[in-house]
């Protein structure tokens, strides 16, 4: 339990660290890799009623776009 709230929190920090925007960034998935982001854990899945699949891990979600582009967003 303990090792998969280290990696949630270590995703977090990884996805705080983003340049936001309004609220909003775009990233690519090889730049959070290489900064040690894990792909497999997150805490929250949302699907909207357009299709759209965004991952939350707490408050930053992200959504995978083509060409290995990440769109990030920040819940307020």
Do not use: P
């Not at 990884?14 to 730049?31: D, H």
């Not at 890799?33 to 894990?38: A, P, Y």
């Not at 699949?53 to 920040?74: A, H, M, P």
């Amino acid at each position: 339990m303990r090792n998969i709230n280290n990696k949630l929190r270590k995703n977090h920090r990884v996805l705080s660290e983003q340049k936001f925007v309004g609220g909003k960034a775009k990233t690519t998935r090889n730049k959070l890799t290489s900064e040690g982001f894990d792909f497999e854990y997150f805490t929250t899945l949302k699907v909207y009623k357009n299709g759209a699949e965004y991952r939350f891990v707490y408050d930053i979600g992200y959504k995978l776009l083509e060409d290995d582009w990440i769109l990030l967003v920040r819940k307020e």
